[in-house]
């Protein structure tokens, strides 16, 4: 059996997270805000609870993260159906700052997945799934805020 997928794993990761952080920043972002610009994109209008579970983190540290892009102006609540909790949704700012973030984000992924095989491509897409859902499977306390921040 192969050792090392740790090691291996967060060295990329804090590159990675490193390298986006650094081209988000121009725009006044970190890779944390993205993310839920990203998924409130994909996903459409979204609960605080609902953008937390998919990262697999407390609501608080949703809340926080949305309330910083509020004071940026990229994302504003609305009333959902539950008066008791509102949706969030991207501003017209928050368009444009998604368009022009995705762009330089996917020129990122490019560059940094040149000289790799469609075959190795394939299976990184598929193998990083399943890890995942092994790593929830397990279940336990894990830090969850540290996670979503780096």
């Given at each position: 059996?192969?050792?090392?997928?740790?090691?291996?794993?967060?060295?990329?990761?804090?590159?990675?997270?490193?390298?986006?952080?650094?081209?988000?920043?121009?725009?006044?972002?970190?890779?944390?805000?993205?993310?839920?610009?990203?998924?409130?994109?994909?996903?459409?209008?979204?609960?605080?609870?609902?953008?937390?579970?998919?990262?697999?983190?407390?609501?608080?540290?949703?809340t926080r993260t949305?309330?910083?892009?509020?004071?940026?102006?990229?994302?504003?609540?609305?009333?959902?159906?539950?008066?008791?909790?509102?949706?969030?949704?991207?501003?017209?700012?928050?368009?444009?700052?998604?368009?022009?973030?995705?762009?330089?984000?996917?020129?990122?992924?490019?560059?940094?997945?040149?000289?790799?095989?469609?075959?190795?491509?394939?299976?990184?897409?598929?193998?990083?799934?399943?890890?995942?859902?092994?790593?929830?499977?397990?279940?336990?306390?894990?830090?969850?805020?540290?996670?979503?921040?780096?």
């Amino acid at each position: 059996m192969v050792q090392g997928f740790f090691r291996h794993y967060f060295s990329l990761h804090r590159a990675l997270i490193s390298k986006l952080n650094e081209l988000l920043a121009e725009y006044g972002l970190s890779y944390s805000l993205w993310t839920v610009i990203f998924y409130v994109k994909t996903h459409g209008s979204s609960t605080l609870v609902d953008i937390a579970h998919f990262y697999n983190v407390k609501k608080p540290v949703i809340t926080r993260t949305v309330q910083n892009l509020e004071e940026k102006g990229i994302i504003r609540q609305i009333p959902g159906a539950d008066k008791r909790e509102k949706l969030v949704e991207l501003t017209e700012a928050g368009e444009q700052i998604y368009k022009i973030c995705r762009k330089l984000i996917d020129e990122l992924e490019d560059e940094i997945m040149k000289n790799i095989s469609e075959e190795e491509k394939a299976a990184i897409f598929e193998s990083l799934p399943q890890i995942r859902a092994n790593v929830l499977a397990i279940g336990g306390n894990n830090n969850e805020e540290q996670q979503f921040m780096d």
